[in-house]
């Protein structure tokens, strides 16, 4: 069995976090509504086993001045985020419709933040690899 790359790794791993994406868009237009339990529970699922390049329970690295708006919208914990969409999903939420949009929409911000810093990665190696 052939060993993938890590450009091939990187690319895969792009685009379950842009399926995630979606997978949020869904249900924050679902909220209040008809929503799809099985969808908020696999994405609960998925949401408690991100890391995105840091363990989950090591803190964020100091805000800085390089420290962009997404930065700070992703820092809160993934792990309550995901609890909220399970106790959603069984009609058992103890919050808002309102406030779980605004969990799902800066978590999302965050998501896009760090797709976009991947989606450079790869077009750089790209183009570093094209140079050889």
Partial sequence: MA???PLHRLEARYGELLALCDAVESIMDS???SMDRNLCL???AKIRTL???RPLDEPLPS???RTTRADRAFAFDVSHLADTLRSAASERCA????TVALM???FLEGLRHHVAAEQAIIAAIKRS???H
């Fill in 3 to 5: 060993v993938s790359s």
């Fill in 31 to 33: 909220l209040g509504g």
């Fill in 42 to 44: 696999a994405t609960a």
């Fill in 51 to 53: 890391s995105l390049g």
């Fill in 63 to 65: 805000l800085s001045v």
């Fill in 95 to 98: 919050v808002s419709w309102e």
């Fill in 104 to 106: 799902l929409g800066a």
């Fill in 129 to 131: 690899s094209t140079r």
